[in-house]
Structures are given as structure tokens and as C-alpha cells.
């Protein structure tokens, strides 16, 4: 299993129930589909033109023409939305003025993107295509369109962070060490997003600057003219390898089967001898890594690393109190609609508003506002150690903070269908209602706790372990010594960097844990401090 953490919920022990569909399968955040009229900066030179955007369920940003909006007869054209958040309008002009100079070097007059409408703009911004700008109406319509886009980004990007498959964890695993064996140690957020896309940014990486140096030699023309068409070749050779990604994933799909077949069956006869194996030779290293992974602890990690530690402990512990704060108030609105005889209409609207609580992206904002409060904080602070994965980070802690309130809304629906009967009056039903919600809290601080630590441990080891990795690259020369004894046993399973890795992940594990233990122990977390649910609300 790599170093990459995983923040969704799932995990033994957990008194929370999770939200499930039909089949029994947990259900994965979806991304709520948004629709309306905007202008979209298109063309060359650049025009403001109408559209109408659909973001659909499944991360898919579509828009027409906006004269045939009612029949949608022709998609103009789509996206899949990237892993950058959307940005503000003046980010926009700055990137087009530093990408189009004009001939004597100074930026040119932006005069087309001035043009009403573009009060309300929405900027997309793409680490290897061509950038998107959007205008609403209003800023109400702006605002929507912000909370569904950050929404769906967030989702999209972290589909493989979530997943509980062995495969994806493996993906990751084998991405992280290819760029391992080129020289990249440090967590980035390349990563982000599908495995296609996974795949396509790890290659676009490497392939656009040689193409961007050979391109924009022969391209005609000055300034701006060749900005744009540079532009539009980088989104082509994405676009083209992004495809090729794509198919090769899905014609592999047969043999990735087979050979996983083919690996487990091979793994069963001889697991406990290559477990044997791995501890004998597992000791050997740790005897000779010793004394300079020691050294690198003591120097270049244990200085950093309780700093770390306590902003990551109090950016998770702020998104979770934020979501008890939400969860107490949804409840007491329940229990008060409850005890006000409703009408059984609106009674069973108010019910279906608080399922809905953990997919409103208006009202979680706050949730997911506390977790980025701290993102350029943890960016100095895990610069040190080549660490450039704070998105990642940040999306982790938000994709924590919505699991965590399905799974409390979940529980406290399902508890409150066991206890409420036709025989209650609204006084009694409210009455059960708030012997729920106190349980309901209770599962929600036990549950909170684990996963902060789990979350935080995580992260810890994911920013530390590929930096202590690249500062003993030398040690690696000792590895051939144990090589013999690892390969006689045959199985692509067991391999000597593997047990090196494992190796310095044990002595990076004692230290986190215990910088946890001090930081846990001292904390005045909100998530561990009991209070009336009921006045929450009030």
C-alpha cells in the first residue's frame, strides 16, 4: 500500500452507519448537476457569446449555443473539469498578459475581455489546456455556479483518493513510484483526477516542453498571434494523449484481470514463506540504514515535523467541528418542526432537506471554507520537505468533513425510522428525537477522533517519506547485498525496495505517532468537547 492517505470514512470499528445505495455498495459523493445561461470568452480574437452550461452528474461541463438551448440539437462543446479550483476575473487578464506579450514586449490592451457582460466572471483553469472564462448575470448566479464547480472539481479529482479498490490504491502506488525512479520524491498533485487523466499528466508533463521549444520556433507571427496558437496546440497534444490514455486503459482491462488472477494465485501457496523472507531481510536493512537514517531524522525532519503536525491536527479539527455544528443544528430544526405538528407534506420536506445536508454545497461551504483557510500555511510549511500535493491535502480534509456528515445523516434518519411509531404523539416523536441526536453526536465524536488521526497520519507519512527516500538515495547501494535472497524467492510481489521502503516507513511511523500522542494529548479539539445539541441549534 502506498504512502498516498486515503480520508473517506469506511474504517473498522466506526460507530457512524454509512450511506449506501442499492446492492449494499457504499455511495461515493456525487457531484449535483447545475444548469443556466452564461457568456463564454471564446473564438480569436476572443468574444464574449451566450451559452447555456449543463455540469452534469458525472463531472462532465457541457454548453450549446445558446439559440438552440431548448432542443440542446448540438453540444457546442464539453469538459471534464480539471483539479484547479475556479479562479477570479483579474487572474484571468494577468495569465493573458503574461502569455501574450505584443512584438515590443509590452501587455496588450485587454479591450475584448472588458466588454460587458463580465461582472460576474468565472475563470477554469487547466494545468495543461487551454483555459475557460465564463460570465453569469448576477452575482447570485455566480455564486451558484462557484459552489457547484469547486464541488464537482473537488470530486473529480479525488475519485482514486477515495476509492477503497485494491486496484486504485495500487494505481497510485505505481504512478508514485514511476515518478520515484525519475527523480520526482515529492507528493504533487499530479495525481488528482482519473487514471486516464492520472496518466495523461504524468506524460504531458514530460513531453510539453521539449514540444513547446520546438513548436514555438516554427510558429508564425508575434505576441499574441503565437500565445493563442501555442494555446491550441497544447490543448491538441492533451487532448490526443488524454484519448490514447483512455483506450489503452480500457483495452488492458482484460489482462489487468487475468493478471490479477494470476497473482493470487501465485501469492497463497507462498505467503508465509515471503513473509519470513521479508522480516529476515527486513532486519538486515534496518541494521544498516540505521545510524544515517537516524542522522536524517534527527537533522532534517524531526525540526519540521511538530509544526506540521499541529496545523494539519487543527485544520482537521476545525472542518469537523464545522460539520457537528451543521449535523446539531439540522437535527434541532427537525426536532422543532416535529414538535410544531406539521403537516405530514412538510414534515416529509424537511426530512428529505436534511438527507440532503451532506451534497448542498451552499451549506457545507463553511466545512469545506475551514479546511482551506490553512492551505498556503501548509504549503511553506511542507515546502521544506518537496511536498507540492496541498490541494490534494486540502480536497482530502473536505472529502473527510462530507463523509462524515452522510454518514451522521445516514445514522440519524435510519435510528429515527427504528424509534418513531404511528403510537407517538409530535411531543413524544420530538422527545425520541433528541435521545437520537445525542447518540447520534456521541458516534460522530468517536468516529471524528479516529478518522482526524487516521487523516492526519496519513498525510504526515505522504509529505515525510518520499523526502527522507530522496536524502538516502546513496544507501540504496547497500540494496544489491540483499538482493540475492529476494529474487531466489521468485515473486514480483517481494521486491528489495519495497522492504527498504517499509524499512524507513517503521522509523518515520515512530515519530509520527508520537508527535500525534503529544499534539492529540494537548488539543482542546472541539470534536472531543461535549455539548447540548439541542442549544446548538437554537
Not at 56 to 73: A, I, M, N, S, T
Request: hydrophobic share 40%.
Amino acid at each position: 500500500v502506498g504512502c498516498r492517505p486515503s480520508c473517506s470514512g469506511g474504517q473498522a470499528g466506526q460507530q457512524l452507519r454509512r450511506r449506501r445505495r442499492e446492492g449494499g455498495r457504499c455511495k461515493l459523493p456525487r457531484v449535483r448537476e447545475h444548469r443556466g445561461a452564461l457568456m463564454h470568452l471564446q473564438g480569436h480574437p476572443p468574444r464574449w457569446q451566450p451559452v447555456f452550461c449543463v455540469l452534469r452528474g458525472d463531472g462532465r461541463l457541457e454548453w450549446f449555443r445558446h439559440k438552440e438551448v431548448r432542443g440542446c440539437r448540438r453540444r457546442d462543446r464539453f469538459w471534464r473539469l480539471p483539479s484547479c479550483p475556479p479562479r477570479h476575473h483579474p487572474e484571468y487578464l494577468r495569465l493573458l498578459d503574461a502569455l501574450c506579450p505584443d512584438s515590443s514586449g509590452r501587455a496588450p490592451e485587454a479591450e475584448p475581455l472588458l466588454e460587458a457582460p463580465v461582472s460576474f466572471p468565472l475563470f477554469l483553469q487547466h494545468p495543461f489546456r487551454r483555459h475557460l472564462c465564463f460570465s453569469a448575470a448576477t452575482r447570485e448566479e455566480q455564486r451558484a455556479w462557484r459552489l457547484a464547480l469547486q464541488g464537482g472539481i473537488r470530486l473529480r479529482g479525488t475519485v482514486l483518493q477515495r476509492s477503497q479498490a485494491p486496484a486504485a490504491r495500487a494505481f497510485l502506488e505505481a504512478v508514485r513510484l514511476y515518478r520515484q525512479h525519475r527523480g520526482h520524491f515529492g507528493e504533487d498533485d499530479v495525481t488528482l483526477g482519473s487514471d486516464a487523466e492520472v496518466l495523461t499528466a504524468v506524460l504531458v508533463r514530460g513531453l510539453l516542453p521539449a514540444t513547446r521549444a520546438q513548436s514555438l520556433r516554427g510558429l508564425r507571427g508575434a505576441g499574441r498571434a503565437r500565445a493563442w496558437a501555442w494555446t491550441e496546440l497544447a490543448d491538441a497534444v492533451y487532448a490526443a494523449v488524454l484519448a490514447g490514455a483512455s483506450a489503452g486503459l480500457r483495452a488492458f482491462q482484460p489482462e489487468k484481470d487475468e493478471l490479477l488472477a494470476s497473482l493470487d494465485r501465485s501469492l497463497r501457496p507462498d505467503l508465509d514463506q515471503m513473509l519470513q523472507l521479508r522480516a529476515r531481510v527486513a532486519g538486515r536493512l534496518r541494521a544498516d540504514v540505521q545510524g544515517p537514517l537516524k542522522a536524517c531524522l534527527r537533522r532534517k525532519v524531526d525540526t519540521q515535523l511538530s509544526q506540521v503536525t499541529q496545523t494539519l491536527l487543527s485544520t482537521v479539527e476545525a472542518a469537523l467541528d464545522a460539520v457537528r455544528t451543521l449535523l446539531a443544528q439540522g437535527m434541532y430544526r427537525l426536532t422543532r418542526h416535529l414538535r410544531g405538528n406539521p403537516s405530514s407534506a412538510r414534515l416529509r420536506r424537511e426530512v428529505y432537506e436534511f438527507g440532503e445536508m451532506p451534497w448542498d454545497p451552499e451549506l457545507m461551504r463553511k466545512c469545506y471554507r475551514e479546511a482551506e483557510r490553512s492551505l498556503g500555511t501548509l504549503g511553506q510549511l511542507a515546502a521544506p520537505f518537496g511536498f507540492l500535493g496541498t490541494q490534494s491535502l486540502v480536497f482530502g480534509v473536505q472529502d473527510l468533513a462530507q463523509q462524515l456528515m452522510a454518514n451522521a445523516v445516514a445514522t440519524f434518519l435510519q435510528l429515527a425510522d427504528q424509534c418513531l411509531t404511528t403510537s407517538l404523539d409530535c411531543q413524544q416523536a420530538a422527545e425520541q428525537l433528541g435521545r437520537v441526536g445525542g447518540r447520534v453526536l456521541k458516534k460522530f465524536q468517536s468516529d471524528g477522533e479516529a478518522e482526524q488521526r487516521r487523516c492526519v497520519r496519513g498525510w504526515l507519512l505522504s509529505i515525510s517519506l518520499p523526502f527522507v527516500l530522496s536524502q538516502l538515495q546513496r544507501n540504496c547501494r547497500t540494496l544489491p547485498e540483499f538482493e540475492g535472497d529476494v529474487l531466489a524467492m521468485g515473486s514480483q510481489a517481494l521486491t528489495i525496495e519495497g522492504i527498504y521502503e517499509d524499512v524507513i516507513r517503521e522509523a518515520l511511523l515512530q515519530r509520527i505517532d508520537r508527535e500525534l500522542k503529544k499534539g492529540l494529548g494537548t488539543s482542546d479539539s472541539p470534536c472531543t468537547q461535549e455539548a447540548p445539541w439541542h442549544q446548538e441549534g437554537a
